[in-house]
């Protein structure tokens, strides 16, 4: 089944540590966004990245770092910097044939 | 400043009670525009996408309208299944990237 993968389902961490947030595709999409969702409020884009090897920051990057070494795996690492960690992230992916994103499942982190 | 807003925040309807929920969006260069169902603790599932005023789509219960300035979501004879949180989001042209502005969601309840 084609799709995309996010580990772990949920996550808790004490303050002060980092954490990285697993998401995996098998779409063949070359691109794959990072998103965070907080109650009340849009999803906020974090990071992005269109290609293997290159990603850009969103509109809320601060305290937060990607890689994209493979076309498959688009991880984010949540740092000690992010003053407000607890969330919702969603990992998406789309492709340049299509204009809409395609979500993974999520991974709620909390942070105390 | 792109934005996108949704109307109610939350509507309760009794099942079989046909209803409709607006988004409202004020971007420049519209590439799509896209409605997406959530249900609690899991990822938007991708329901439709609309690229110009005065199309419309259909799945099941589910109407999609658009206009130059909104689109609505139809529900005809919703079931207590289709309660769920839904999503809207535009695409909008950007110089380097597409930029997807997602409204924060209408929290939809069909009563038995």
């Known amino acids: 089944d084609g799709g995309i993968t996010q580990s772990p389902k949920y996550l808790f961490r004490k303050e002060g540590q980092n954490v990285t947030l697993s998401c995996e595709q098998n779409l063949n999409h070359d691109a794959m966004y990072w998103y965070r969702q907080d109650p009340g409020q849009g999803l906020r884009l974090i990071y992005y990245?269109?290609?293997?090897?290159?990603?850009q920051k969103g509109d809320i990057a601060e305290g937060y770092s990607v890689s994209r070494e493979k076309k498959e795996s688009f991880p984010l690492t949540v740092t000690s910097a992010q003053k407000n960690p607890t969330a919702f992230y969603l990992c998406?992916?789309?492709?340049?044939?299509?204009?809409?994103?395609?979500f993974g499942p999520g991974t709620r982190l909390t942070v105390t | 400043e792109d934005q996108v807003t949704q109307s109610p925040e939350a509507l309760r309807l009794q099942e079989g009670e046909s209803s409709s929920l607006n988004c409202s969006y004020t971007?420049?260069?519209?590439?799509?525009l896209f409605w997406y169902r959530q249900d609690p603790g899991k990822g938007p599932e991708f329901l439709f996408t609309l690229y110009s005023a005065g199309e419309e789509k259909e799945k099941e219960r589910l109407k999609a309208t658009l206009t130059k300035k909104e689109s609505f979501l139809h529900i005809t004879a919703p079931k207590p299944e289709d309660s769920a949180t839904y999503l809207c989001a535009v695409r909008t042209m950007k110089t380097s990237y597409d930029k997807v502005i997602f409204g924060p969601g209408t929290s939809l309840s069909v009563i038995p």
């Open positions: 990245s269109q290609i293997v090897n290159d990603f």
């Open positions: 998406a992916s789309g492709s340049e044939l299509e204009v809409e994103q395609y």
């Open positions: 971007v420049s260069g519209l590439r799509g």
